[in-house]
């Protein structure tokens, strides 16, 4: 399983944005798909965005449809989380995982040995 490592985060105004990373450590990224989570306080991990490592196709949340874009550079061996238009409701930790199946229309799937590490804390204020 790759290492992923989160960086990025930070605190934002309502309306601003802000650019997370996810790098692999250890191993290349190019086989997988990667997808992007977060976890509220008291709440449990909810998708956000996901994106193929062969080709460029993306599937994003509802709730952040249109205000964040995820990207990929294979050389750097990194997938970024562009966040635009943030608001006090995307206060979350951020944590990227290595996907196992890849949907056009739903969230991925996960492996089953996924194991969450220390993510990066988003937090926007209203």
């Known amino acids: 399983q790759v290492q992923l490592v989160e960086s990025g985060g930070g605190l934002v105004q309502a309306g601003g944005s802000l650019r997370l990373s996810c790098a692999a450590s250890?191993?290349?990224?190019?086989?997988?798909?990667i997808g992007w989570f977060r976890q509220a306080p008291g709440k449990e991990h909810e998708f956000v965005a996901t994106?193929?490592?062969?080709?460029?196709?993306?599937y994003y949340a509802d709730s952040v449809k249109g205000r964040f874009t995820i990207s990929r550079d294979n050389a750097k061996n990194t997938v970024y989380l562009q966040m635009n238009s943030l608001k006090p409701e995307d206060t979350a930790v951020y944590y990227c995982?290595?996907?196992?199946?890849?949907?056009?229309?739903?969230?991925?799937?996960?492996?089953?040995?996924?194991?969450w590490g220390r993510g990066t804390q988003v937090t926007v204020s209203s």
């Open positions: 250890g191993r290349t990224f190019s086989r997988y798909a």
């Open positions: 995982a290595a996907v196992s199946r890849y949907y056009s229309d739903r969230p991925p799937s996960l492996y089953e040995d996924n194991s």
């Open positions: 994106i193929t490592w062969s080709g460029s196709s993306t």
